[in-house]
C-alpha cells in the first residue's frame, strides 16, 4: 500500500492503537452462566463437606459416650459390671442398628454383635457370655471380656 492510498483512519504510529479485547456484548453473556456454575458447585462442594463432617461427628460422639459409659461400667464389681456392660451392649446395637437387632436373643444377638464390631468374639471367644451366660456366677476370663470390650469400643464408626 502506498501512502497517496492509506485510508484516513489508519493511525499513523503504533503508540495510537489500543489494546485487543472483547465485544460488550460477548463479556457478559458468558459470564453469568460461568459464574452461576462456580457459586453452585462451590455450594455443592461446602453442603457435602458438612454432611461429612456433621457424620464423622456424630460416630465420634457415640464412641465417646460409649467408651465412657463402659469406663463406669467396668469400675463396678465383676457381677453388676457384665450387666452394665450388657445394657450399653444392647442401647450401642439399638443405636447403630435399630430396634430389630437389639431384641434379638442367644445365638442371634451373639451374631449381631458380631456383626456390629466386625469381630467373632461374641460367637467363638469369651463375649459368648453376652449372649448365653450373662448370670453365670462365674464369668469366664472377667479380664479378657473388659479388655476386649474396650478394644471393640474404640472401633465403633471406624
Do not use: C
Not at 503504533?14 to 485487543?20: A, V
Request: hydrophobic share 50%; charged share 20%.
Amino acid at each position: 500500500m502506498n501512502p497517496a492510498n492509506a485510508p484516513a483512519d489508519i493511525p499513523a504510529s503504533l503508540d495510537q492503537l489500543r489494546g485487543l479485547h472483547l465485544p460488550a456484548e460477548a463479556a457478559g453473556a458468558a459470564q453469568g452462566p460461568v459464574v452461576l456454575a462456580i457459586a453452585l458447585g462451590f455450594t455443592a462442594a461446602l453442603l457435602v463437606g458438612l454432611v461429612r463432617f456433621l457424620r464423622a461427628r456424630q460416630r465420634g460422639t457415640v464412641r465417646r459416650v460409649a467408651a465412657r459409659e463402659l469406663a463406669a461400667a467396668n469400675a463396678l464389681p465383676p457381677g453388676p459390671r457384665r450387666v452394665a456392660q450388657a445394657r450399653l451392649l444392647r442401647r450401642l446395637a439399638r443405636t447403630l442398628r435399630g430396634d430389630a437387632a437389639a431384641s434379638t436373643q442367644g445365638n442371634a444377638w451373639a451374631a449381631t454383635l458380631d456383626g456390629l464390631f466386625a469381630t467373632d468374639f461374641f460367637t467363638k471367644g469369651a463375649g459368648r457370655t453376652f449372649a448365653d451366660g450373662l448370670y453365670r456366677r462365674d464369668p469366664p476370663e472377667p479380664e479378657a471380656i473388659d479388655a476386649e470390650l474396650v478394644r471393640l469400643m474404640q472401633r465403633i464408626g471406624a
